[in-house]
């Protein structure tokens, strides 16, 4: 689904997720086994964080809703996200607390 949508998911500890505005606007669905947090826009539709399942720990952003991307340090790397279950554990480090 991601490569259909271009979600491009910069995953990050809790502790470094803020949303700073429009909280109002998100609602929230779990379906399957209701780890991860799907969330979207309710005026839009987009769905621009949402915490994962292979990250219940942290979150996973869209770099493409950033106002402005280009002044972080994101390095995207392949990920088959069509079997990812069978590589989560590859993923697990980027939700982990920085130190």
């Not at 209701?34 to 826009?41: R, T």
Request: proline residues 6%.
């Amino acid at each position: 689904m991601c490569e259909k949508v271009g979600f491009i998911h910069i995953i990050v500890p809790e502790s470094r997720f803020r949303l700073t505005q429009g909280g109002e606007a998100i609602t929230h669905y779990r379906f399957n086994t209701g780890v991860a947090d799907h969330s979207f826009c309710k005026v839009c539709g987009v769905k621009s964080f949402y915490r994962p399942r292979s990250n219940p720990d942290g979150w996973s952003v869209n770099a493409r809703c950033l106002d402005d991307p280009d002044s972080l340090a994101i390095v995207v790397e392949p990920f088959d996200g069509r079997n990812w279950e069978v590589h989560a554990a590859a993923l697990a480090h980027l939700s982990r607390e920085p130190g």
